[in-house]
């Protein structure tokens, strides 16, 4: 799954992301819409990484997420 294609699904990635990473609040999930700088940022933060470690964090979820039936019933 493409990042585009994670942008056109955000509610429900939102979901999924806020399952996979505790520290994340839905309610900034949903003002994010689906900006991944602001994400990598949002998301580093919250879990003591580096903007590198979030987005490599990021791609091996998104990675996972296509193998993911409830997702990929969503797209």
């Known amino acids: 799954m493409s990042w585009t294609q994670a942008r056109a699904l955000w509610p429900q990635l939102s979901a999924s992301l806020c399952q996979r990473f505790r520290h994340l609040n839905p309610t900034a999930m949903a003002r994010f819409r689906g900006d991944r700088a602001k ?15 979030a987005a490599q964090a990021l791609d091996d979820w998104l990675a996972f997420s296509i193998a993911t039936p409830d997702l990929q019933a969503a797209a």
Do not use: M
């Not at 994400?39 to 470690?53: F, R, S, V």
């Open 39 to 53: 994400l990598n940022l949002y998301l580093a933060q919250t879990h003591d990484l580096t903007l590198a470690e």
